[in-house]
């Protein structure tokens, strides 16, 4: 193969081991999603890990791994290596030694949808396509839209009408083309494979495509780098279509065939959902193969409600074949450890950050974390792109007002000392 087309040998797919070639464009086998696979030996003996160390701290430094052709000119936003950052407080809450939280809030548009839209878009344009479609919850059509303007290509965005209303602005001001729908993420997917063809789009459909996963794989290669290549006990990731989840196992499955990493276990992995939306925990509590989709989804984690997804079968292969967990927290919840988590971090914690931290309690309030674990959760989007639901009644001051009132108001607000 021509260095030019980097070290993808070819697809396959997830289903039935149906092989295809991967300089043309491919969708989906059997209605499931294909994997982008590579020559590991060669990407080994030409790739040294250290070699890592004097590129650039971005997504782009594990080019070997990505689809996108090496030396090619890449549609980027400056995918930043995301912090991993040491949550102490954090951790003596729930009595660990150490926890980390892999801010992925930092990225463009403030949410790892980033990820995976930069290599597929990057992709879609590769193979000539310039009208990009994608149902959301939220933070993939911004994602599309921010990456699409980057690129000159048409986004199109099909959300349900009550998402949070900072992501369809964020859609509008890149100026992708956007459209409410009175249903779920199904009823959007489903427009767009609808008029697909008519259209011309080129579908962004988590799993619809290949090239998202690769995009997401990176946050566990970018883990792995940043522990010394020796990866934690437990991973707890907030779970909806499954890309981000199904595209670490991936990664490790990746390092570890290269020989990258200094440890043999690899992480636990623990796809929490919210009782509103738990197809996966109910299949893997069933032992179940593929997930029923879950009827009439509600949660204020916008993006954990997807009732049904394609790699759901791939989700379940990668908690199970890890030793891991797929778990559901209340509902109700979840703000209340949303707010916990960002008063004992600082960082902007979404809500679907919020349910890991409600699985954290439950995995160690049943002995299942043990105290000397090693623990990653990941945030996943910044809490400010969410109407925060934060119940708001703030003292008011009045410039004109006695000082010593003001005062008196204030310290109505300080702990006692
Ligand atoms: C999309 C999304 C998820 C779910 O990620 P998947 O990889 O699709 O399972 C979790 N959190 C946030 C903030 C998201 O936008």
């Known amino acids: 193969m021509s260095s030019d087309d980097g070290f993808v040998t070819h697809l396959e797919s997830a289903i039935d081991g149906t092989t295809f070639e991967a300089r043309a464009e491919h969708t989906v086998h059997q209605g499931r999603p294909l994997w982008v696979r590579y020559d590991l030996p060669a990407v080994a003996s030409a790739l040294a890990k250290h070699a890592l160390e004097a590129r650039s701290p971005n997504m782009w430094r ?179 279509g499954g890309t981000g989840l199904i595209g670490m196992w991936k990664a490790f499955q990746e390092l570890a065939a290269l020989g990258w990493l200094e440890d043999r276990s690899l992480p636990r992995m623990v796809a929490v959902q919210s009782d509103g939306c738990a197809p996966i925990p109910r299949a893997f509590e069933a032992a179940q193969r593929f997930a029923e989709p879950w009827p009439d989804p509600h949660t204020v984690a916008s993006g954990l409600r997807v009732p049904s997804a394609i790699g759901d079968f791939l989700i379940l292969d990668a908690v199970r074949q890890s030793g891991g967990r797929a778990l559901a927290v209340e509902e109700s919840r979840i703000e209340e450890w949303q707010s916990l988590a960002a008063g004992l971090t600082g960082l902007g914690i979404c809500p679907e950050t919020g349910a890991c931290v409600g699985a954290l309690d439950q995995l160690i309030h049943t002995g299942t974390i043990r105290p000397s674990d090693r623990v990653v959760l990941f945030n996943t989007a910044s809490a400010t792109k969410y109407a925060l639901g934060v119940v708001l009644d703030l003292p008011r001051l009045h410039p004109s007002a006695d000082p010593a009132d003001s005062l008196r108001t204030i310290r109505t607000q300080a702990p006692p000392r």
């Not at 729930?94 to 463009?108: A, C």
């Not at 059509?141 to 099909?158: M, T």
Request: charged fraction near 20%; charge should be positive.
């Open 62 to 240: 594990y080019r070997e791994l990505l689809p996108v052709p090496p030396g090619r000119p890449v549609i980027s936003l400056h995918e930043s290596v995301t912090p991993l950052v040491e949550c102490p407080k954090l951790a003596s809450r729930f009595g660990l030694p150490q926890v980390w939280i892999k801010d992925e809030s930092r990225l463009p548009t403030g949410s790892f949808k980033a990820r995976g839209m930069a290599v597929a878009v990057n992709m879609a344009v590769r193979f000539g396509r310039r009208r990009l479609a994608v149902p959301s919850n939220g933070n993939a059509g911004g994602a599309l839209a921010a990456y699409a303007a980057a690129a000159g290509a048409e986004a199109y965005v099909f959300m349900p009408a009550d998402t949070p209303r900072g992501n369809v602005e964020e859609c509008v001001l890149a100026g992708a083309r956007t459209f409410l729908v009175d249903g779920l993420i199904g009823d959007c997917a489903k427009i767009v494979r609808q008029h697909a063809e008519a259209m011309d789009w080129f579908d962004l459909s988590a799993l619809k495509e290949p090239y998202r996963l690769e995009g997401k794989k990176t946050m566990g290669l970018e883990l792995a780098e940043q522990m010394n290549w020796r990866l934690p006990d437990w991973i707890l990731y907030p779970t909806g």
